[in-house]
């Protein structure tokens, strides 16, 4: 009986130490709270702009010896860790949703820090690599399984001119839940109605059609071992890896190759002075319509946990030097550097970050 | 010291005897030689090493319920939502539209984990018998023997994203992503644990049992299906528990080669999904509530079906056991 007891009592000790442990620290416990004068950032979040995070961070550490520590575990564990207050800043695709806004205990603030592009790759070998047109109706049409074959006429009317082979369209999409299906799901929710209705819009969604592989490397993959396969990954990979991808017609009924000056020129809108804005299916005539910017988020309000109004002064500066001076590394890695409108939303922004009450920047 | 060996007025078989206290004697006083004290020492020690053993053990059993009634916490959400319809409703829909709300059923997932596995058994059976039988009773010494056993051990100790990558490059060109492909490569990663272990029972075998069935004129292939297959057969079940154990919870192979369908599978090749490649695609870039406590729940039912299915196999291996 008294085994029972104790075994009974250590479970539950387990457990809550256990769930503890799920539900509080995703990182470094101390990161977000330690008051300290130590020189590291913490920081998580999207995996999409990884790469040119950390080419900006080694940049920067180079210049002012601040280290950040930036783990790309994916938009939404960056949004918990942020919530948990784990780590000094977070980064995410998309902006907060309602219910990860309320979850927040004080309001964050979102900084356009980069832009970035989904591409539609197809494989229907190497004569038409760079020729395919694709419209809004015709991307849903395929994901949504309506249009089956590569010779339907909807693609052909757009295509004339290129002889499309009566091979079947294969879906691919992304299995993983990602900032990427998050922009292209965006985009198909606003440009089509049956999509809307159907399916919606998020990084996880339930696909009518298709196969799903995991990470860009993964579709890749996919798309390049199907003969009539066609799929969505992200600019950046799609050109570092020479993939066919298709140009897309946009709101203002241009065709739009997609390119760091085509997704540049996306972002070249009135953005709302909190920032979050989606880029999908832009009024910009010259812009590439599947682009959505890369945020990151702070507290408002940066005295919490003992944070010292050096750290945050720190941090600050730092996102200051990466949508300025740090946009310079975008364009070598594929990224789309920040339009003007972008980088002055960002500079209002990061001014109205306080301290105990006062503006961080001086 | 006084030793009763060179007393003559010993018998020899008293002497005997007090061979074997003087031995124990000694290694007593060795150990008490400065002083009692030591023996409390002893004792001490000895009662806290019993209990380090015990508390570990308690330690471990803890630790196991702590995870369960975890999951089962974390999974409450999901559970008050959903009840008992999660487990057989076949759509997964994290994102609500206007004519499809947000629903989670597991369903497909759960099928997909015990298809995968069985396949994999059913496939897997044949090598690891014929590995075992090899090793364990036409060949069990040699270097060919030496090399084929460590070959077979190998297998069980390659990461298995090594697994899944090798079905990206050589077997999905053939095949496609599908059910049947990820349990082909399920079946050659657990070939080693129903192998090693049946090549154990199988060379544990007496030898008078197979001598006396080669007197009565038995051939080899005789010995082992009426001798040695019989006598083993609860530890060949117990190994191919211990596969099946190993198949049900693969995540990073099948994930790579299953497809990812999130719907219910329509036969062994067309793609699927499973309940822990599931848990691995989704869980990172979940922030709905209910959305992660409903993947924490794929986990509890994962746990669960682990559990059931050791637990009859249990049944199963003390109502054929020999011992």
Redesign the interface.
Known sequence: MK?VK??LL??????I???MF?TGCGGNGKAGGSDSTDNTLMGAGASFPNPLYSKMFSEYNKATNLKVNYQS?????G??NLTDKTVDFGASDAPL?G??DSALSAPAVHIPATAGAVVLSYNLGADFKDTIVLSPAVIAGMFLGEITKWNDPKIAEINKGVKLPAIEVKIVHR?????TSNIF?TYLDKVNENW????????????PV?????GNE?VA??IK?TNGAIGYIELAYAIQNNMAYSKVINKAGNVITPSITSVTAAANIDIPADGKVSLTNTDAPDGYPISGLSWILVYKEQKYNNRSADKASKMIKLIWWMTHEGQQYSAALNYAPLSPKAVAVGEAILKSVTYDGKPVMQ | MNSSIDNPLITRSENLERVINYNAKSEVSVKTKNSIKRSHRQIKTEVVFRRTLSVIGWLMIALVIGILLTLIWQSMPSIKKYGFSYVWTQVWNPTASVVNPEVFGALPFLFGTLLTSFLALLISIPFSLAVAIFLGEYYPEGWFSNLLMNTVELIASIPSVIYGFWGLAVIIPILGKSIMTSSLILAVMIIPYAASLGRSMIRMVPANLKEAAYSLGSTRYEVIRSVIIPYVKSGLFAGVLLSLGRALGETMAVTMVIGNNNSFPKSIFSTGNTLASMIALELPEATDDTHISALVELGLILFVVTVVINLIGRKIISRYSNV
Not at chain 1, 175 to 179: F, I, L, N, P, V
Not at chain 1, 210 to 214: I, L, R, T, V, Y
């Open positions: 085994a104790s075994l250590a479970g539950i000790a387990v457990a130490t256990g769930s799920i575990i994916g938009s939404g564990g949004i918990k949703n219910k990860q299995a993983d839940g990602s900032g799901t809307h209705n159907k399916v919606g819009k998020g990084s996880s969604v339930n696909w298709g196969e799903g592989s995991k993964g993959g996919s071992q």
